[in-house]
């Protein structure tokens, strides 16, 4: 199964995908991937199943012509992938971030999580090492959580913030 973040506007998207490896003996394991690295047809996976949801076409056949995939893609990935913040009520994400060790720059990380109304579970910041700190960060997405993807995004984008990645999701 593949758990899609959000495609919207090119931003810096994840994918959570799940092999199952129980063929070989082995259990399901999980990655987390950037948008950039999922196919285009997942991709297109996507964009079909939300032109159906939004009801903006009638028929798979319209959604794979709008998308330009053929209906066997579209049946073949269907069940496998699916948007993030559609199925992620209820979870807890572990963020984990690179940051300058200056005054205000967590409390503006947390003013973000407050604006998408996630749900802070922990935080737990290490000791700065030559002027950066490393951050881990437990957020519950709750229903009137906003779009994860653009909430990771815009944490990204906060001065002195130098990377943000997502380290789990349960």
């Not at 931003?11 to 995908?17: D, F, P």
């Not at 199925?87 to 998408?116: C, H, R, W």
């Not at 950066?132 to 815009?154: C, F």
């Amino acid at each position: 199964m593949i758990e899609y973040l959000s495609m919207a506007n090119n931003c810096t998207c994840y994918a959570h995908i799940k092999a199952d490896d129980s063929r070989m003996g082995e259990t399901t394991r999980y990655f987390v991937v950037k948008q950039k690295a999922v196919p285009e047809v997942l991709l297109k996976v996507v964009e079909a199943k939300r032109l159906l949801e939004s009801e903006k076409v009638l028929t798979i056949q319209e959604a794979v012509d709008a998308v330009g995939i053929s209906r066997s893609s579209f049946y073949k990935y269907k069940d496998d992938i699916f948007q993030f913040h559609d199925n992620s009520q209820g979870t807890t994400i572990t963020l984990t971030f690179q940051m300058d060790d200056e005054p205000g720059i967590l409390s503006d990380v947390l003013k973000v999580v407050a604006a998408y109304q996630a749900n802070i579970l922990t935080i737990h910041q290490s000791i700065p090492i030559s002027g950066i700190a490393s951050l881990s960060l437990s957020v519950q997405v709750l229903q009137n959580t906003g779009d994860i993807s653009r909430m990771i995004e815009q944490m990204e984008r906060q001065k002195g913030v130098h990377h943000v990645k997502i380290l789990a999701r349960e």
